[in-house]
């Protein structure tokens, strides 16, 4: 098998209701992992140029649900369930990350998060 072209990594990272820091995968199912997965198999893409991996927490609680694509290092905020075939399009697919979900690099890995 060929290399990943690309890695969407989707944090599953769970906390109890009520956390300051909310939780990526509040009802620790991995709703959204599993989405992504099965939007890329129906384009017949999934694991063969492109992975959605689970991963834990990427330390970005406030702004999550989190999503990273890599190679490019793009960090997705407060993703929803209905903007994961608008990320598979535009940017898996075409090349161009869907800027409304962007966190900017001033923000990831800062105390202070606002998207």
Same mark, same amino acid.
């Given at each position: 098998?060929?290399?990943?072209?690309?890695? @969407? $990594?989707?944090?599953?990272? *769970?906390?109890?209701?009520?956390?300051?820091? =909310?939780?990526?995968? +509040? *009802? =620790?199912?991995?709703?959204?992992? /599993?989405? $992504?997965?099965?939007?890329?198999?129906? /384009? =017949? @893409?999934?694991? &063969? #140029?492109?992975?959605?991996?689970?991963?834990?927490?990427?330390?970005?609680?406030?702004?999550? %649900? #989190?999503?990273?694509?890599? %190679?490019?290092?793009?960090?997705?905020?407060?993703?929803? +369930?209905?903007?994961?075939?608008?990320?598979?399009? &535009?940017? @898996?697919? =075409?090349?161009? %990350?869907?800027? /409304?979900?962007? @966190? &900017?690099?001033?923000?990831?890995? *800062?105390?202070?998060?606002?998207?």
């Amino acid at each position: 098998m060929a290399k990943f072209k690309k890695h @969407i $990594f989707v944090c599953m990272n *769970t906390r109890e209701a009520g956390h300051p820091r =909310g939780s990526c995968d +509040p *009802t =620790g199912q991995g709703e959204l992992q /599993r989405l $992504f997965k099965t939007k890329l198999a129906e /384009r =017949g @893409i999934a694991n &063969s #140029t492109v992975r959605a991996n689970k991963c834990g927490c990427l330390d970005q609680c406030e702004l999550g %649900p #989190t999503v990273v694509v890599y %190679p490019e290092a793009v960090w997705y905020g407060h993703v929803r +369930p209905e903007d994961v075939d608008e990320i598979i399009a &535009s940017h @898996i697919v =075409g090349g161009q %990350p869907v800027e /409304r979900l962007v @966190i &900017s690099d001033a923000v990831v890995n *800062t105390t202070h998060k606002k998207a």
